[in-house]
């Protein structure tokens, strides 16, 4: 026992030296399959929507390839420490509960090791999945781009999946090579805030793109190979747009086409222009079933092979029963076949009362915190 002990502990002063650059942001998928998360920038080379608070007060950092690769090196060598202990208990390689707890009996503060804990909920996940970080990893040059993800694919060769948020103004201006070249070199599935396909809106909230860069963004995106998840943002417009925010989403998804489309109601976040818009006024949030027509006819106008997904506790109408209206798994619903379920459901939620999913919305809120 007592050599075991040592063999931990050691394990654990070497563990402590190998952290690396991790952000704070990935989408609810991500998470669900315990990705390794991995910082190709910081923070947003943008970082002007007036409803976001992610990086406000953050100057975005490119990282050099150098810097990038020694992470990947460093969470390959966490790896090799975790697996070798794991095999020295008798373990035989495997990743287990009792595992971390033997590591933690000897170093406490590795619960706070951001990456001792990525890498080794990434190890018990399989080691199947990345996420690159943070906003907009594919605005990297893209031949120091391609570097990093062919480093990542041989270093770490476990990995079935790598993904990043992306930007559609940075697809639209990407060449189609250079996406090809992505995609070959490892890169699987891009996240894009769509949030919304109405040009007006689109400028109020200084997204930066016009729906027609949108479409062509994701267009390319499909066509070199990568599975696309857009972002939509049900009441962005609140209720002096919804109308025309509703038609255009539809209109810009159904010319994209992507293999996911998520739903991501608004909510105003303290510090944000648009907080300040809803609090004096300007901007006014819609009611429950407001939000429910409004995704009627978002829903109805979706011309559409994609999964439609609401896998975020935002998504919290109720149903007739008192439970959640919508499935709030990863993959979703299956379009076109699943439409009308979705619709059905749609005008099942109008016909409860509001304080219903007034109700179910806070218990959603109080279990995500």
């Known amino acids: 026992m007592m050599a075991d002990n040592k063999r931990v502990a050691e394990t654990v002063g070497r563990l402590r030296a190998l952290s690396f650059e991790i952000g704070t942001y990935r989408p609810p998928s991500e998470g669900g399959s315990a990705s390794l998360l991995l910082r190709v920038s910081e923070n947003c080379p943008w970082n002007q929507c007036t409803f976001c608070e992610m990086y406000k007060g953050h100057r975005f950092v490119y990282r050099p390839v150098e810097a990038i690769s020694a992470d990947i090196d460093r969470v390959a060598a966490m790896r090799d420490e975790i697996t070798a202990v794991s095999s020295k208990l008798g373990m035989g390689g495997e990743i287990t509960r009792e595992l971390g707890a033997a590591l933690l009996a000897q170093g406490r503060d590795l619960a706070g090791d951001a990456s001792f804990v990525t890498v080794f909920n990434w190890l018990a996940a399989g080691g199947r999945t990345a996420f690159l970080q943070d906003a907009d990893s594919m605005s990297m040059r893209p031949r120091e781009y391609v570097a990093v993800l062919k480093h990542l694919r041989q270093t770490l060769s476990s990995l079935t999946r790598v993904t990043s948020y992306t930007r559609s103004k940075t697809l639209f201006k990407r060449k189609p090579e250079d996406l090809r070249m992505m995609r070959a070199a490892g890169l699987d599935r891009v996240h894009i805030g769509l949030e919304t396909g109405d040009d007006e809106l689109l400028a109020l909230v200084h997204k930066g793109v016009t729906s027609a860069e949108q479409i062509e963004g994701g267009r390319k995106a499909v066509a070199a190979g990568f599975q696309v998840s857009e972002y939509w943002m049900p009441d962005l417009g609140g209720r ?24 991501r109601p608004l909510v105003p976040r303290p510090g944000t222009p648009l907080f300040e818009e809803v609090a004096q006024g300007r901007l006014h949030l819609s009611s429950p079933h407001e939000r429910l027509q409004e995704l ?61 999913h007034v109700h179910v919305r806070r218990l959603m809120a109080v279990q995500s915190l």
Request: proline letters at 4%.
């Open 240 to 263: 002096e747009r919804w109308h025309q925010h509703a038609q255009n989403t539809a209109r810009v998804l159904s010319a994209i086409n992507p293999h996911y489309i998520r739903s």
């Open 296 to 356: 009627e006819l978002m829903i109805a106008g979706l011309e559409v092979s994609s999964k439609v997904c609401f896998d975020h506790a935002m998504n919290a109408w109720a149903d007739c029963g008192g439970g959640l209206l919508f499935r709030q798994d990863y993959e979703g619903y299956q379009f076109p076949e699943e439409k009308p379920l979705v619709l059905e459901r749609i005008r099942e939620g109008l016909a409860v009362e509001e304080s219903m």
